[in-house]
């Protein structure tokens, strides 16, 4: 596999990981104490949002995510055969 591909999956890894770990650790003023929501805000807007820890969060799983699909890659665990749930498609008789 070339290094330009591995670098363009990681990519694909990272913005899927930063996805995924968004959510965890937000809080809305009504789950923290001492905290009012102010005018024209969401009583949903979170209070304690860091993007430098979603950032290093998705980083650590993208290259978590990177390195198993390499393994996958050269060790060959789940190949396409594997994922094939259908079974092969019919083959028609066309009566040539």
């Known amino acids: 596999m070339q290094w330009t591909s591995m670098i363009a999956i990681y990519g694909l890894f990272w913005v899927l990981s930063a996805f995924l770990v968004l959510p965890i650790g937000l809080r809305t003023p009504d789950q ?6 102010e005018t024209g805000h969401a009583d949903s807007a979170p209070v304690n949002f860091r993007p430098r820890l979603v950032a290093l969060r998705a980083t650590v799983l993208a290259a978590a995510l990177s390195a198993l699909f390499y393994l996958n890659w050269t060790n060959g665990w789940v190949t ?13 008789d066309l009566g040539y």
């Open 32 to 37: 923290l104490p001492g905290h009012e929501v």
């Open 80 to 92: 396409r055969g594997d994922l094939n749930f259908f079974g092969d498609p019919p083959v028609e």
